[in-house]
């Protein structure tokens, strides 16, 4: 069950990241949407939250939500500045490390030995992925420090959230409730930019559709995992999305030297079953 959970995130978590490097889409505006139309489509979610679980949790998704959009934002300015395929791995290699750290500091979980080499694993093959053909000053450093920084903010809000599904009480599902607070935080923002609102939609709505759908929806299900298994190993484990973004980066977005990052993707591929062990 918990594999299934994780490998269906990390594919809908790879595709929409995907999406929004090739889209070149970004900003408030796009954001707004995105949160828009999940606030929408979930809504249902957010009923069910409310009625089995009451609202004693909802100050916790509102400080998500406000979380997440300093994700995006920072994701997106990191998508401008360098490859997906050194941002994404470099960001989703510095979130687990960090993860695996804090868990253990603070939320006091005890990874087996095999659980903290496969993360170890896992980081050292996102590692390889990022920096694949790099030589020296040949390093994408705008890419590299912004890819770095994104994996600070991953790290933030794993923990924050794992913390309020298992010790505050919060549903994995409402995590919709994020997607509200998310979209009212930056309707000041859609307002004073709204001529921009339709231009927008027109030119973006793909990738409006995928990130406000497949988004939320594989943060969810990372979140149901962490119910069943300790975040230490979660949140490694869901980086298995690094090698389909190499693929992609490569076979759909023309990004170069895929032998390396390939064989960092195998690598990471090593650290998921050192993790399953």
Excluded: C
Excluded at 90 to 95: E, I
Excluded at 132 to 150: D, E, F, K, M, Y
Excluded at 231 to 238: E, M, W
Aim: net charge positive; proline share 5%.
């Amino acid at each position: 069950m918990v594999v299934a959970l994780v490998a269906f995130a990390a594919v809908a978590h790879a595709t929409w990241n995907l999406a929004v490097k090739r889209s070149g889409a970004g900003g408030a505006v796009f954001l707004w949407l995105t949160f828009v139309l999940g606030a929408v489509l979930f809504a249902p979610a957010g009923v069910i939250t409310i009625r089995d679980s009451g609202t004693d949790w909802l100050p916790l998704a509102i400080v998500s939500g406000a979380l997440q959009i300093g994700y995006f934002l920072l994701l997106q300015h990191a998508y401008r500045r360098g490859d997906v395929s050194v941002v994404y791995p470099l960001a989703r290699g510095t979130g687990p490390l960090l993860s695996v750290v804090f868990a253990v500091v603070l939320l006091h979980e005890r990874p087996g030995i095999h659980a903290l080499v496969g993360a170890a694993v896992v980081i050292a093959g996102v590692v390889v992925i990022g920096l694949a053909g790099s030589r020296g000053s040949s390093v994408n450093r705008p890419g590299v420090l912004w890819g770095l920084l994104v994996g600070v903010a991953i790290a933030v809000y794993t923990l924050w959230d794992s913390n309020a599904v298992i010790n505050g009480g919060m549903p994995p599902l409402a995590y919709y409730w994020a997607i509200v607070a998310a979209a009212l935080l930056l309707t000041p923002a859609a307002v004073r930019q709204r001529a921009a609102v339709l231009p927008t939609l027109k030119r973006h709505w793909l990738s409006v559709v995928l990130v406000g759908v497949l988004s939320p929806l594989a943060y969810v299900l990372i979140l149901l995992a962490v119910q069943l298994a300790p975040v230490s190993i979660i949140a490694p484990a869901r980086e298995v999305s690094v090698v389909l973004v190499a693929l992609g980066g490569w076979l759909w977005l023309k990004e170069p030297h895929p032998v390396q990052r390939l064989i960092g993707a195998g690598v990471v591929l090593l650290g998921v079953a050192l993790l399953a062990l």
